[in-house]
């Protein structure tokens, strides 16, 4: 973990009574003896709390049994929760439509940027999340197995289209599918046709808001 290791230090040395620790920016600098990145300063998406790719930062809070639950750049103060401790959001029973506007607002944090529903020059399809300029576009996607238990044709078909039409998106540098509900179905197929994929990224969002790239 590096630079962050006596972030991660310093929560594991919180007394367990303790399961909520609100900082100041400038106090976790203070503990890991750097300055934060502008990012930090910049966007939510930094404090994200991510496994994924390089947010080795997140690691830190991660491995030592906390999360972050809420963060104000205004103020520029953090809230660490211990794991367990979240109220997740009311996501039990929800829509396709109630997903797709959940997934936009994580989405837009993971990549810092405001996304929404739009259309791409050149591509005859609204998709449910653009950039203002175009450059990260995707589609949310809440889909179940049959019955529980088999492989749902008409949703494989349904993926197989979104990714031809974003691979057609050749504006967007950043393009990608958001799956809720059940993550077999986006893991079935990429491994059914993950090889044809060039360029969308697919990822899984669950209930408690953590998203995970799948490959």
């Known amino acids: 973990m590096g630079k962050y290791t006596p972030l991660a230090v310093y929560l594991q040395e919180i007394l367990l009574g303790q399961g909520r620790v609100a900082l100041s920016f400038a106090e ?39 999360r972050v639950d809420s963060v104000d750049l205004g103020s520029q103060r953090v809230s660490f929760v211990r794991h367990g401790q979240m109220v997740p959001p009311p996501m039990r029973q929800i829509s396709a439509k109630d997903f797709e506007a959940f997934a936009r607002v994580k989405l837009s944090e993971h990549f810092g940027v405001l996304l929404r529903a739009s259309e791409v020059p050149r591509v005859p399809k ?52 958001v799956f809720g509900n059940d993550i077999r179905v986006p893991r079935l197929w ?16 669950d209930n408690n808001g953590e998203l995970a790239r799948l490959a």
């Open 28 to 66: 976790v600098e203070k503990i890991i003896g750097n300055e934060l990145p502008p990012s930090a300063y910049k966007y939510r998406a930094w404090w994200a709390n991510e496994r994924i790719g390089t947010h080795v930062w997140a690691h830190a809070w991660l491995k030592a049994g906390w």
């Open 126 to 177: 609204r998709f449910d999340m653009v950039s203002p300029d175009y450059r990260v576009v995707g589609d949310a996607k809440y889909l179940a197995m049959v019955r529980g238990e088999r492989i749902p044709p008409a949703e494989f078909s349904l993926i197989a289209e979104h990714v031809w039409l974003l691979e057609k998106t050749a504006i967007a540098e950043k393009k990608f599918l």
């Open 190 to 205: 990429l491994q059914k046709y993950g090889h044809l994929v060039d360029k969308v990224e697919f990822y899984f969002l």
